[in-house]
């Protein structure tokens, strides 16, 4: 994994870390982690949770039926834990060029 | 009356192919009911009803989040096929027109036939060869049109040449249908001549300005157009950048504001296009 990602898919991927979670719980987590500024319509987050399926990143783990509608659960695969770590710390290095001179106060 | 929420997504969710509808209809359906119930909603949220519609479109558009490589590749090919059809159009309608009212036909007035319909059968024979992924034939056929003066064959030529080493699949969904927005706008315009001929200067110049337009607003859905529609106004552009060093230019100045201004269409096309296949490439 090379590419940066989209911020979108960053905090999917992240929303998964600790546990599987269903299309509602996802985006919720989503805002949560990125304070508000990432909140998937519902849409996009099929579209990309399709994508992040192809590439190997998110699996579905179960599957339970809840008012007569499917709800399946998604998680992270080895893969998609090793991208987003990868893409953290692509970040952390980014912002390390930047954090220290605004600690000392320069403009 | 209101339809119940869980009604209302259904209907938008019917936008949706059927394959997808049956694989994550359902699931999409408890996610958005889930997410209104929490906000207390009774009603689809703007924002949410936009990127369902949007996302629909997409998948309608056969849109599956290609390299952009491939987005160019594919463009490519439409804007060629789009150049061939914009080459036959404005003939096409002139004949519908000449049938309907009983007129002379535009090649009874233009001297030899064959000069008009030669190269339009090369162009419907390259057309056909193109559809059929038979590159390199199809871009040698059009080579003797082109030369004959129909420059935009020659231009179509060329970017069928670009194909020949890797071949695109042919597109999906809506963009299979892309390649007649020419005929389209040809066969309006000449409906639009005929209904007000005072103003079918403009009529025709709306019709041509509402190209890109549409290419722009659909980069939302799919960028492969606005490529396309890119590659066809900027060999429209060459082709009128060649006539000026051809010809006698009455007024530098006028000259040089005309081809500033053909320059705004392919200009904004192609390079919002390619930021959006740029953008729309990484995961």
Redesign the interface.
């Known amino acids: 994994m090379t590419?940066?990602?989209?911020e979108p898919?960053y905090f999917i991927l992240a929303a998964l870390q600790q546990e599987p979670l269903?299309?509602?719980a996802i985006?919720k987590r989503a805002a949560e982690l990125s304070q508000g500024r990432v909140k998937p319509?519902?849409?996009?987050?099929?579209?990309a949770l399709?994508?992040?399926t192809g590439?190997g990143y998110v699996r579905v783990v179960r599957e339970e039926t809840?008012?007569g509608?499917?709800?399946?659960y998604y998680a992270l695969t080895p893969d998609g834990l090793a991208?987003l770590r990868f893409e953290a710390a692509r970040l952390a290095e980014a912002a390390s060029v930047v954090i220290p001179h605004a600690a000392m106060g320069w403009a | 009356m209101t339809a119940p929420l869980d009604v209302t997504y259904g209907r938008l969710l019917r936008l949706y192919p059927a394959d997808f509808r049956r694989e994550r209809g359902a699931e999409m359906l408890d996610t958005l009911l889930e997410m209104a119930e929490d906000d207390g909603r009774s009603r689809p949220a703007p924002r949410e009803t936009i990127a369902l519609v949007l996302t629909a479109l997409r998948m309608r558009a056969g849109r599956e989040s290609p390299t952009p490589w491939e987005s160019w590749l594919t463009a490519i090919r439409t804007g060629a096929l789009m150049l061939i059809v914009h080459a036959v159009a404005y003939p096409l309608a002139l004949m519908t027109n000449a049938a309907l009212h009983r007129v002379p036909a535009f090649w009874e007035m233009s001297g030899p036939p064959e000069r008009t319909l030669i190269p339009l059968a090369l162009a419907l024979i390259a057309l056909t060869l193109a559809l059929l992924r038979q590159y390199l034939v199809a871009a040698v056929v059009l080579v003797p049109a082109g030369f004959a003066g129909y420059w935009h064959l020659l231009a179509a030529s060329a970017l069928l040449a670009v194909l020949v080493r890797r071949r695109p699949l042919p597109p999906s969904g809506l963009l299979r249908y892309a390649a007649l927005a020419p005929l389209l706008v040809a066969f309006l315009g000449e409906a639009g001549g005929q209904l007000f001929p005072q103003i079918s200067g403009i009529i025709g110049f709306g019709l041509l300005m509402a190209l890109p337009v549409a290419g722009l607003l659909w980069l939302a859905v799919d960028e492969r157009v606005a490529m396309a529609l890119g590659l066809l106004y900027l060999a429209g552009l060459l082709i009128g950048v060649g006539q000026v060093l051809i010809d006698d230019v009455y007024s530098w100045a006028w000259t040089g504001l005309s081809l500033a201004i053909a320059a705004l269409p392919p200009a904004l096309l192609l390079g919002l296009a390619t930021e959006t296949a740029r953008r729309q490439a990484k995961l």
């Open positions: 590419n940066p990602m989209r898919t269903h299309g509602y985006i319509a519902t849409g996009t987050l099929y579209t399709d994508r992040l590439e809840v008012n509608r499917v709800r399946r991208a």
